[in-house]
């Protein structure tokens, strides 16, 4: 190795280059980002979060019986709810049969029960349902958002028709939490005409016209033109939709229907807890204010996040984000940590951290500089666990001010070479064979033989397979020897 100076373009641009120490021009200043970020204020009047996980505990009451029956029950037949279990729960619960269907459906939306072949195992909502509200109100979002599904629509309906009024919804409740009261039925009809004519014009798409004098027959007195009689889009554009038998329906059918359908949406919301139905009008309940007031900020927020990350789990956020440079893959971080409460968030992170795969480590930490201060006592934890003891230190270094070109300083030495193996690991993992070779050069030992004594001695679970890669990758021959007599040593528990 002749020198040890880094490739400062390299380390620009790669994610993966997470070693210590920094060259130092390439340091993520994120911590100040994530701290000056405010947090989003639900509405005036908004009840706080244990009361309105206690209106959430009433609505799914009976859905949480019929699943902690069903999971001490472990009955092989329960995933499909087969008449003779239904009869049995319906005993055991003293609930009617049709109370035991749609009490099992909403467990199963809320995801406080989950299949595995067939059996029936407590989902972690259910485990965590008398002392987690935040556990609650997600499971309670998650029925919230399968509204359609625990109220069925008409079966004299063309499913087009169900999925165009499904798909306005969202403008009737933003109408109904800006309304802050009652609004009336008529008033909401007006705006589910207004969105579906407005999806109709959104899907209709312009004809193909042939040049010439059949092109002018096909258009109209004003101009325009219509589709041939058999566009395959035809059921799809504004005059017309699908009947139940496959025949067309006109557009005024078709407009006929939403009254119904419209009362058949406020229905399903109000059989889920979101709204209250008086005679001719519509109120959302607290618990329905909260839910629009969350949609509406996750949509904001998504709005800035591109890569569309923020209904993953933190294990596949980080995976999309690995592709990310900095700059962008900070901004998905925000996205995702504001769907979320700031505690989930965090375990949710650790827990990846924890995990196998070193490049995921080391996003992980990346991702929690963006949550700033709330992160401190975690990862003030995490310093006591091996293999985050490196990205823990470094993280409360640049927490604390340090600047993170010298935050590599609070290492020791084993500390470093660890957190060297561990991001070659992921190197070698997600990397090319020449950023393997070039990692060679941010280690802070002076010679290749210092470097594999120390990293020999401090015990990295990956250390065989990080030397065995970097040896097969180095283009000097004596060099990938003596690294793979180091890797056979290691293997062998040699000296």
């Not at 959430?56 to 699943?67: S, T």
């Not at 003891?389 to 600047?403: I, N």
């Not at 993992?429 to 210092?450: F, K």
């Amino acid at each position: 190795m002749t020198s040890r100076k880094p490739d400062e373009q390299l380390a620009r641009n790669s994610r993966l280059r997470l070693v210590t120490p920094r060259p130092l021009t390439t340091a993520r200043r994120a911590v100040t980002d994530g701290r000056s970020r405010p947090a989003p204020r639900p509405p005036e009047g908004t009840p706080p979060p244990a009361e309105l996980a206690r209106q959430a505990r009433a609505v799914l009451a009976d859905a949480v019986r019929i699943a902690r029956w069903a999971a001490a029950d472990r009955d092989p037949g329960a995933g499909h709810l087969a008449a003779h279990t239904q009869e049995r729960a319906s005993a055991a619960l003293d609930l009617t049969a049709e109370q035991v269907r749609a009490s099992w459906d909403r467990a199963r939306l809320a995801g406080l029960v989950e299949l595995h072949g067939g059996t029936v195992r407590p989902g972690w909502r259910l485990q965590a349902w008398d002392r987690d509200d935040s556990a609650v109100l997600r499971g309670w979002v998650a029925l919230f958002d399968a509204w359609s599904l625990v109220h069925p629509a008409p079966d004299d309906v063309a499913p087009a028709t169900v999925a165009e009024v499904v798909e306005a919804v969202p403008q009737v409740l933003s109408l109904l939490q800006l309304s802050a009261g009652p609004v009336t039925a008529p008033a909401l009809l007006d705006l589910l005409q207004q969105r579906v004519a407005e999806l109709h014009e959104e899907r209709c798409e312009v004809p193909e016209v042939p040049y010439g004098p059949e092109g002018a027959e096909a258009s109209g007195a004003d101009g325009t033109t219509e589709p041939a009689p058999d566009a395959t889009d035809a059921p799809e554009t504004a005059g017309t939709t699908d009947s139940p038998d496959g025949s067309d329906v006109s557009g005024a059918s078709a407009e006929a229907l939403l009254p119904p359908l419209l009362d058949w949406a406020l229905e399903g919301l109000a059989a889920v807890g979101a709204l209250t139905l008086g005679k001719g009008q519509a109120t959302l309940t607290p618990l329905g204010n909260w839910a629009v007031w969350v949609k509406l900020e996750q949509i904001c927020v998504a709005a800035q996040s591109p890569a569309g990350n923020i209904e993953q789990h933190a294990q596949d956020m980080l995976r999309g984000c690995a592709r990310l440079t900095p700059g962008p893959a900070r901004a998905e971080y925000r996205a995702w940590l504001a769907a979320r409460t700031v505690g989930s968030a965090i375990t949710e992170l650790l827990a990846v951290a924890r995990g196998e795969d070193a490049l995921l480590r080391g996003l992980a930490f990346e991702a929690l500089r963006v949550v700033g201060a709330p992160a401190e006592p975690s990862v003030r934890a995490a310093v006591n666990d091996t293999s985050l003891r490196p990205y823990a230190l470094l993280w409360l270094a640049e927490y604390e001010g340090a600047d993170p070109d010298d935050a590599a300083d609070v290492l020791t030495r084993e500390e470093a070479t660890w957190l060297w193996v561990d991001t070659a690991a992921a190197v070698a993992d997600h990397g090319e064979t020449d950023l393997l070779v070039r990692h060679l050069e941010s280690a802070v030992q002076g010679t290749v033989p210092a470097l594999l004594r120390e990293v020999r001695a401090i015990g990295h679970p990956r250390t065989v397979q990080v030397l065995v890669a970097l040896a097969a990758a180095h283009p000097d021959p004596a060099l990938a020897k003596a690294v793979r007599r180091a890797a056979f040593q290691v293997h062998t528990g040699g000296a």
